[in-house]
C-alpha cells in the first residue's frame, strides 16, 4: 500500500523527469537548428549596400571577406542565393581538407608584386642580366592583364602553356624611319626561336623563384618545366673570324686610330693641318680581346690592378661573369705585354686600362664599319676566336690545349670542347696565338 507521504514523492520525482525531458528536447531543437551552408551566412541589403553579401572566412588567410552576390547572378532570389551559399561553403570545406594535407596557403599577391619581389631580392644580379629578365618578365605581365590573372595564386600549368604559344608566335618588332623616339613596328615574320628563348628562360627564373617562397601555390617545379619549355634551334657552327678577317679588322682599327679632323682652329693659327686625332685608339682594345678572349664586360673594366707586366700576366678577380678568378698568362701571346707595356707611363698606371668608356667602346666598334672592317665580327666573335684558335693549336699547349683554353676564357672543359674543337685547322709550327691567327 502507497502511502499518501510516498505519493508525493513519486509525483515530485515525476516532475523533476518531465522537465528535464523538455529541457532536453529544447536544447535538441536548438543543436539540431543547422545551416544548409555552414560557414557562409548570407546578409541581406542595406542602404548603402542594394545587393545581397556573403560573409565568410577565407581558409587561406583566415581573414573574414564579404563577397556582393550579382543580383543577376546569384544574388536573384532566394533560391539562387541558397545554391550559390552551398557550393561556395563546399569549397571553403574542400579547401581547408587541402591546407590540412599540407597544401600551400594562397598569399593573395598580384603578379606584378610578385615579379617585383623578384627583382627586390635579386640586387645581386649583373646589371644585363636584370635588364634581359626585365624584357621577358614584361612581356609576362602584358600577356596576364591581357587575360584577367591578376593573382599569382592563380597561376597553373595551362596558363604557361598558352603564353609559352603566344611569345612563339609573336611578331618580329623592328624600329623604322619617321617614328618617335623607341617606337617599332611589327614585321610579317615571327621573332627567332632564339630570342624566344630568352625570354623563357627569364620568366623561368622568375618563376623558380617565386615558387620557392611560396607565391605561386598551384605551380610545381615540374608545371615550370613543362609549360615553359625552350624552342628547338639550328645549331650551326660557332662564328669567328679566318686570318683575312682579322687582318681586315686590324686594318680598319688602323685606319680608325689614325683618322685626323681636316683642320682644327689651333692648327689654322700654327698654320699646319691634319695632325690633329680625330678619335681614341680602339686597335689596343680589339688586339686585347683576341689573344685574352675576355667577356667585354671583363675587358672594359680592366684595371690596372689586374695587370702583371712583370709575371706576364692578367689576374681577373672575381668579378667575372662566373663570380670567379682566372688568370690569363702572356705565354701563348707574347706581343700582348709589349702592348700594354706601350699604352700608359708606369708612373700613371691606375685605375681603368682604357680611357674610354664602354659606351665610347661601343661607339668607336660601329663606326669601324666606315673604314672596312668586316661585318661579321664582334666583341663575342673576338672571343670565340681565341677560343678556336687557341683550342686546335697543337704546338701551343700540346694535348692539354681544351683544359687551358677552357680555363683562359672561363669556362668548362665540355663547353670548349662541344664548340671549338674541331673547327679550324692551324698550323702545326704556330707556337703563339699570333701566328696560328696569321697575324704575327
Known amino acids: 500500500m502507497v502511502t499518501p507521504k510516498a505519493r508525493r514523492g513519486q509525483l515530485e520525482v515525476g516532475a523533476k523527469v518531465g522537465a528535464a525531458e523538455k529541457k532536453l528536447v529544447a536544447g535538441s531543437r536548438i543543436r539540431g537548428t543547422r ?23 577565407d581558409p587561406d588567410t583566415g581573414k573574414r571577406v564579404f563577397i556582393r552576390l550579382d543580383p543577376m547572378g546569384a544574388g536573384r532570389n532566394a533560391q539562387t542565393r541558397r545554391l550559390w551559399a552551398v557550393e561556395k561553403s563546399r569549397q571553403i570545406a574542400k579547401r581547408k581538407d587541402e591546407l590540412a594535407s599540407g597544401a600551400p596557403r594562397a598569399t593573395g599577391t598580384t603578379v606584378r608584386d610578385a615579379v617585383d619581389r623578384y627583382f627586390k631580392d635579386s ?27 591578376q593573382l599569382a595564386d592563380d597561376l597553373k600549368l595551362a596558363q604557361l602553356v598558352a603564353f609559352r604559344a603566344a611569345l612563339s608566335s609573336a611578331p618580329k618588332r623592328e624600329p623604322f624611319i619617321g617614328s618617335k ?45 613543362d609549360g615553359l619549355k625552350t624552342l628547338a634551334t ?9 686570318p683575312p678577317e682579322i687582318k681586315a679588322l686590324l686594318k680598319a682599327a688602323q685606319k680608325h686610330d689614325s683618322a685626323t679632323f681636316a683642320m682644327t682652329r689651333t692648327e689654322k693659327e700654327r698654320g699646319v693641318v691634319g695632325r690633329t686625332k680625330r678619335y681614341q685608339n680602339i686597335k689596343p682594345l680589339i688586339i686585347t680581346a683576341l689573344l685574352t678572349g675576355m667577356r667585354f664586360g671583363e675587358l672594359v673594366d680592366l684595371a690596372w690592378s689586374e695587370v702583371d707586366l712583370e709575371a706576364g700576366e692578367i ?79 697543337p704546338s701551343i699547349y700540346a694535348g692539354a690545349s681544351a683544359y687551358h683554353s677552357a680555363r683562359r676564357l672561363g669556362h668548362s672543359v665540355a663547353v670548349a670542347e662541344k664548340h671549338y674543337l674541331g673547327v679550324v685547322k692551324v698550323p702545326k709550327d704556330a707556337t703563339t696565338l699570333e701566328a696560328a691567327m696569321g697575324i704575327g
Not at 234 to 242: D, G, I, S, V
Not at 317 to 327: E, F, G, L, Q, S
Not at 352 to 374: H, N, Q, S, Y
Not at 375 to 390: D, E
Open 35 to 57: 545551416s544548409a551552408h555552414p560557414g557562409v551566412v548570407l546578409v541581406p541589403p542595406r542602404d548603402r549596400h542594394p545587393s545581397w553579401t556573403a560573409r565568410c572566412e
Open 123 to 149: 640586387h645581386r644580379l649583373r646589371e644585363q642580366t636584370l635588364k634581359t629578365y626585365r624584357k621577358g618578365t614584361d612581356r609576362f605581365l602584358a600577356w596576364c592583364e591581357a587575360n584577367r590573372i
Open 181 to 225: 623616339r623607341g617606337g617599332k613596328r611589327e614585321l610579317e615574320t615571327a621573332r627567332t626561336a632564339s630570342a624566344v628563348n630568352v625570354d623563357i628562360r627569364s620568366i623561368k627564373a622568375v618563376l623558380r623563384y617565386l615558387r620557392s617562397i611560396g607565391l605561386t601555390p598551384r605551380l610545381s617545379r615540374d608545371d615550370i618545366a
Open 315 to 393: 689576374r681577373l678577380t672575381a668579378r667575372t661573369k662566373t663570380k670567379a678568378a682566372r688568370t690569363i698568362s702572356f705565354d701563348p701571346c707574347p706581343s700582348l705585354g709589349a702592348l700594354l707595356e706601350a699604352l700608359t707611363p708606369s708612373e700613371s698606371r691606375s685605375g681603368r686600362v682604357w680611357a674610354m668608356t664602354e659606351a665610347e667602346i661601343r661607339a668607336a666598334a660601329k663606326r669601324l664599319a666606315k673604314f672596312g672592317a668586316p661585318t661579321g665580327w664582334s666583341w663575342q666573335a673576338l672571343r670565340r676566336t681565341c677560343g678556336s684558335y687557341l683550342t686546335n693549336a
Open 234 to 242: 639550328e645549331k650551326e657552327a660557332p662564328q669567328f673570324l679566318r
